[in-house]
């Protein structure tokens, strides 16, 4: 029984220094062999039965047992075979005193995974310590080991959940490419401190980068990640990140500095903060800041385009408290502008600071529905405007009547909004305000009918009513209130700008109409369509600065589509008809096709008028063979004549190792100067990824990659 519980420890020690090793190569290992016919009788049928069980079998030619000292000796084709691992030897020995089982020249491999090795000694202990004498690691067949990891000893620890190598070293082709004297590394969930692998990257602006990240575990709840990134036309910076979770906070500080940029001839940084703290019962702070040096850091150093095209930095600090029936936030919320070409004018506002409220009580007094939305908010920018206190208010009562699928809502709220303004022209008043009624009707059904094929279809017509009366609010100022674009969820709100500083004068009516189709057998979402418009019965007199006030009497059109049928193609579309200036402000369309497992087509065009974008793209992934892919991705700007951000890629994954590479053009947001890069990622299946984050790159450019 003592000898049983070792041999499986052995294979449960070994297991955790291959993790999410994969691979194709499909070198045999015995795992499915029949145990019984492989035992052979260690002295006697008796003594076989003692040194098998469900799990595992231990078989050679001869057994011995030393009375003196009661060792177990096997020699002469040992071989144990368990579940996930086959291990085989010239002896093997137990010593029942120390409780240490040791296999002499032995090899492994593991049936799950694809990985075998060698090892010319194995000691496994009863304490949970193994020690690897002379070892070799790869997920490579033997006829063509294209890599692998050899070590002159690798000590582990379960206990512990740690592993120490000496004379470590990666081999390509039998060469060594990176050599270790010594390094230690976690064998379990548990972090440990030491070297990550480098960072290879290239680009006409940074130059070639050198990434050496090193990973500090504090304690168990804190860590911190280190990484000088050696630039050659920038020169040396330095990054760090902390991170730190506790029974009520959880969060992360991250900085990157650069001294005396060799191009800009100045200190570039950048910094980040976001964490959140339970500081009671439902009461948490929340943080989440960023700042950089300078407007152009994000364009020069940030590796995704979303993040470069960014014109303003959020640095906030928000109290919130979410309850059954009350709602607090609290806000301090800056912007660090770091667009060169927005005017001083359209520098947005602070919050010092921001308090909201909002209570909500649903099916109460005589079965109605009432809420009370307040804001406080003092507003406040470094150029010399018009800044101050604004206050609003917004109390509500709705009714929901509800009958076999169709529904009807009343609601009924007053819009009020007050300030106290300071540096307000002369002419002004500082205490501007503006109350008005919002009324509203809202009503809707929802009609499903089944075929015999399998097929069921929906129909959902809505209405809406909505009437506000006309108020005067030219003199009040404009914070942070906008005119979102129109789409679906806008057309049904009774207000049509966001945020307090106006209220919409209207009288209109919203029609809404969707059709879903769900398939026979999954019950899945085949088809959706929805359409809507608005009908006006008045002219339209508030508006923001700038804005045109609308006389049509039909409002825009709107559509917007998805079709998804089976796993091979997927449409998604969206449309919106100026009906008054009869022409299109925007549209958008994406369609995906998957001709096969292992290839995907993506199309898309996106247009909007007011922000002058016209843009189409293009990207694939092609499985040539199950080894060779093709990859790539464009984006052209009608506008600007040129392509904006455009990638092509190779990727190619052998039984035991991958290689992908990938040259990228982009254009920064303000079209003046673009930025080349290449790179390479090295993939050794069971042990690391090595060079440029190409897959993160691939997976965010092509939608569909990940599944490939």
Same mark, same amino acid.
């Given at each position: 029984?003592? %000898?049983?519980?070792?041999?499986?420890?052995?294979?449960?020690?070994?297991?955790?220094?291959?993790?999410?090793?994969?691979?194709?190569?499909?070198?045999?290992?015995? =795992?499915?062999?029949?145990?019984?016919?492989?035992?052979?009788?260690?002295?006697?049928?008796?003594?076989?039965?003692? +040194?098998?069980?469900?799990?595992?079998? +231990?078989?050679? *030619?001869?057994?011995?047992?030393?009375?003196?000292?009661?060792?177990?000796?096997?020699?002469?084709?040992?071989?144990?075979?368990?579940?996930?691992?086959?291990?085989?030897? /010239?002896?093997?020995?137990?010593?029942?005193?120390?409780?240490?089982?040791?296999?002499?020249?032995?090899?492994?491999?593991?049936?799950?995974?694809? !990985?075998?090795?060698?090892?010319?000694?194995?000691?496994?202990?009863?304490?949970?310590?193994?020690?690897?004498?002379?070892?070799? $690691?790869?997920?490579?067949?033997?006829?063509?080991?294209?890599?692998?990891?050899?070590?002159?000893?690798?000590?582990?620890?379960?206990?512990?959940?740690? =592993?120490?190598?000496?004379?470590?070293?990666?081999?390509?082709?039998?060469?060594?490419?990176?050599?270790?004297?010594?390094?230690?590394?976690?064998?379990?969930?548990?972090?440990?401190?030491?070297?990550?692998?480098?960072?290879?990257?290239?680009?006409?602006?940074?130059?070639?980068?050198?990434?050496?990240?090193?990973?500090?575990?504090?304690?168990?709840?804190?860590?911190?990640?280190?990484?000088?990134?050696?630039?050659?036309?920038?020169?040396?910076?330095?990054?760090?990140?902390?991170? !730190?979770?506790?029974?009520?906070?959880?969060?992360?500080?991250?900085?990157?500095?650069?001294?005396?940029?060799?191009?800009?001839?100045?200190?570039?940084?950048?910094?980040?903060?976001?964490?959140?703290?339970?500081?009671? /019962?439902?009461?948490?702070?929340?943080? *989440?800041?960023?700042?950089?040096?300078? *407007?152009? $850091?994000?364009?020069?150093? =940030?590796?995704?385009?979303?993040?470069?095209?960014?014109?303003?930095?959020?640095?906030?600090?928000?109290?919130?408290?979410?309850?059954?029936?009350?709602?607090?936030?609290?806000?301090?919320?800056?912007?660090?502008?770091?667009?060169?070409?927005?005017?001083?004018?359209?520098?947005?506002?602070?919050?010092?600071?921001?308090?909201?409220?909002?209570? *909500?009580?649903?099916?109460?007094?005589?079965?109605?529905?009432?809420?009370?939305?307040?804001?406080?908010?003092?507003?406040?920018?470094?150029?010399?405007?018009?800044?101050?206190?604004?206050?609003?208010?917004?109390?509500?009562?709705? $009714?929901?009547?509800?009958?076999?699928?169709?529904? %009807?809502?009343?609601?009924?709220?007053?819009?009020? &909004?007050?300030?106290?303004?300071?540096?307000?022209?002369?002419?002004?008043?500082? &205490?501007?305000?503006? &109350?008005?009624?919002?009324?509203?009707?809202?009503?809707?059904?929802?009609?499903?009918?089944?075929?015999?094929?399998?097929?069921?279809?929906?129909?959902?017509?809505?209405?809406?009513?909505?009437?506000?009366?006309?108020?005067?609010?030219?003199?009040?100022?404009? @914070?942070? &209130?906008?005119?979102?674009?129109?789409?679906?969820?806008?057309?049904?709100?009774?207000?049509?700008?966001?945020?307090?500083?106006?209220?919409?004068?209207?009288?209109?009516?919203?029609?809404?109409?969707?059709?879903?189709?769900?398939?026979?057998?999954?019950?899945? /979402?085949?088809?959706? !369509?929805?359409?809507?418009?608005?009908?006006?019965?008045?002219?339209?007199?508030?508006?923001?600065?700038?804005?045109?006030?609308?006389?049509?009497?039909?409002?825009?059109?709107?559509?917007?589509?998805?079709?998804? +049928?089976?796993?091979?193609?997927?449409?998604?579309?969206?449309?919106?008809?100026?009906?008054?200036?009869?022409?299109?402000?925007?549209?958008?369309?994406?369609?995906?096709?998957?001709?096969?497992?292992?290839?995907?087509?993506?199309?898309?065009?996106?247009?909007?008028?007011?922000?002058?974008?016209?843009?189409?793209? %293009?990207? @694939?992934?092609?499985?040539?063979?199950?080894?060779?892919?093709? +990859?790539?991705? !464009?984006?052209?700007?009608?506008?600007?004549?040129? @392509?904006?951000?455009?990638?092509?890629?190779?990727?190619?994954?052998?039984?035991?190792?991958?290689?992908?590479?990938?040259?990228?053009?982009?254009?920064?947001?303000?079209?003046?100067?673009?930025?080349?890069?290449?790179?390479?990622?090295?993939?050794?299946?069971?042990?690391?990824?090595?060079?440029?984050?190409?897959?993160?790159?691939?997976?965010?450019?092509?939608?569909?990659?990940?599944?490939?």
């Amino acid at each position: 029984m003592r %000898l049983t519980r070792l041999i499986l420890s052995l294979s449960l020690t070994l297991m955790p220094v291959i993790l999410n090793a994969q691979g194709m190569c499909g070198f045999a290992t015995p =795992a499915s062999t029949d145990y019984s016919s492989k035992l052979s009788a260690l002295g006697g049928e008796g003594a076989a039965d003692q +040194l098998s069980g469900s799990n595992f079998s +231990l078989s050679a *030619d001869n057994a011995s047992v030393e009375t003196d000292s009661e060792n177990i000796i096997v020699q002469g084709n040992v071989e144990l075979i368990s579940q996930d691992i086959w291990i085989t030897g /010239e002896s093997a020995r137990y010593n029942a005193n120390p409780g240490e089982f040791t296999v002499n020249n032995s090899a492994y491999a593991f049936s799950r995974i694809n !990985a075998r090795g060698t090892a010319t000694e194995v000691s496994v202990s009863q304490a949970g310590i193994a020690i690897l004498k002379d070892v070799k $690691y790869t997920t490579c067949p033997e006829n063509n080991e294209v890599w692998s990891l050899t070590a002159k000893q690798i000590t582990l620890n379960t206990n512990k959940g740690k =592993a120490s190598a000496r004379s470590a070293a990666l081999r390509l082709k039998g060469l060594p490419v990176l050599y270790l004297p010594y390094a230690t590394y976690p064998i379990s969930n548990q972090r440990k401190s030491g070297l990550l692998l480098p960072t290879l990257r290239t680009s006409n602006q940074r130059g070639l980068e050198i990434l050496t990240p090193w990973y500090w575990n504090i304690a168990p709840n804190y860590d911190a990640t280190l990484t000088p990134n050696y630039m050659s036309k920038r020169g040396l910076m330095m990054g760090a990140e902390v991170r !730190a979770l506790t029974e009520s906070t959880g969060g992360e500080i991250s900085g990157n500095y650069l001294s005396n940029d060799e191009i800009t001839r100045t200190d570039r940084y950048e910094w980040n903060i976001e964490s959140k703290t339970a500081i009671a /019962e439902d009461w948490q702070v929340a943080v *989440d800041a960023t700042g950089v040096s300078d *407007d152009r $850091y994000l364009n020069d150093f =940030a590796n995704r385009w979303s993040t470069s095209s960014q014109t303003a930095l959020n640095q906030s600090a928000v109290l919130e408290h979410y309850g059954a029936v009350w709602s607090v936030m609290m806000r301090f919320q800056n912007y660090q502008t770091i667009d060169e070409l927005l005017p001083d004018d359209d520098e947005p506002y602070r919050r010092l600071p921001q308090l909201a409220i909002i209570g *909500d009580w649903q099916n109460s007094f005589l079965g109605a529905n009432y809420r009370l939305e307040t804001d406080t908010t003092y507003f406040k920018r470094s150029i010399e405007s018009v800044e101050g206190l604004r206050v609003h208010l917004e109390p509500e009562i709705s $009714y929901e009547f509800d009958y076999k699928g169709i529904y %009807l809502t009343p609601k009924v709220s007053i819009f009020h &909004t007050s300030y106290n303004l300071e540096n307000e022209p002369e002419n002004q008043s500082n &205490t501007p305000s503006v &109350t008005a009624g919002v009324y509203s009707l809202d009503s809707g059904a929802t009609f499903e009918r089944s075929f015999s094929d399998g097929l069921t279809v929906t129909l959902e017509p809505r209405a809406q009513y909505v009437y506000v009366p006309y108020k005067d609010q030219s003199e009040l100022p404009v @914070f942070d &209130t906008i005119l979102p674009d129109m789409n679906l969820v806008q057309l049904f709100r009774p207000n049509r700008y966001l945020q307090y500083d106006r209220i919409g004068d209207t009288n209109q009516l919203n029609l809404g109409f969707t059709s879903r189709v769900f398939g026979s057998a999954s019950g899945r /979402e085949i088809l959706t !369509a929805t359409i809507g418009t608005s009908r006006y019965y008045s002219d339209q007199r508030v508006t923001l600065p700038g804005e045109t006030p609308r006389t049509s009497k039909s409002g825009d059109y709107l559509l917007q589509t998805r079709i998804d +049928l089976y796993d091979s193609w997927n449409l998604e579309a969206g449309y919106q008809w100026n009906a008054a200036a009869q022409q299109t402000d925007q549209g958008n369309i994406r369609l995906q096709l998957k001709p096969g497992q292992s290839t995907v087509i993506n199309a898309d065009y996106r247009y909007q008028r007011e922000s002058a974008l016209d843009q189409g793209g %293009l990207s @694939f992934g092609w499985a040539v063979n199950e080894r060779w892919n093709l +990859l790539g991705r !464009a984006v052209y700007s009608l506008e600007d004549e040129q @392509f904006v951000d455009q990638f092509a890629a190779i990727e190619y994954g052998g039984c035991c190792w991958g290689i992908r590479l990938i040259y990228r053009e982009r254009v920064s947001r303000d079209i003046e100067e673009d930025d080349t890069s290449i790179g390479i990622q090295f993939v050794l299946k069971g042990f690391a990824e090595i060079g440029n984050s190409v897959r993160s790159q691939l997976e965010g450019g092509i939608l569909g990659y990940a599944d490939l």
